[in-house]
């Protein structure tokens, strides 16, 4: 056993015990579910290292599970299984928050070389993280501050510490308005219509000399949302 945990969801029997059974054979632990609700709820509950997600499933669509898996626990692995080959639904799955997409039929050995290479790269979020160094300075996220190279410094607010430190657990993967209204405001994103994270990574971009018109520090994903771009995150 390699000690990682793959979760399951698959409504066809054949596939999913193929998969299992790969998996074992491999070396991983296996978690299973075979419709769109059982399968949301192990998701969200399950202690798992990976998943992977059917989309087209009975009882809740498949891109319905990713996305409420992304809001509560967006460290949280996932590939996409799926008969949908077309580009739109490659960049929906990927849009909404699955770290690769494999179109069935497809090897198995493909498939588990896919989640060594994603599990490779997900290492999680980074425990007590407390200094985020970026472009020109470091920020000391317990003594909410930031100093520049110059000697220059400024103060974060909490809420400003709390948003860097969300985006610093998740360098380079983009992080929706929605993600982060649920995981650093503690909302529900359903049905709200809030400009509060954009004021808020304008205050915090203005904090950390990083130009708002031309940002290279905290990036804009038109559509999708933030970037942090990679740098140092040190306990």
Known sequence: MNGKTVLVIEDDPAIRRGL???LAFAGYATLEASDG??????ALAADCDLLLLDLVLPGRDGLDILREVRLARPNLPVIVLTARASEDDRVRGLSSGSD???TKPFSIRELLARVEAVLRRSPGRPPGVRHVEFLGGLADLERREVRFDDGGRSDLSERESELLLYLASHTERVISREEILANVWGLDPAGITTRTIDMHVARLREKLRDDSERPRIIL???GLGYMLRAGDVTP
């Open 20 to 22: 299992i059974d790969a």
């Open 37 to 42: 609700l059982a399968g949301c709820r192990a």
């Open 100 to 102: 690769d997409y494999i």
């Open 220 to 222: 804009t994903v038109r």
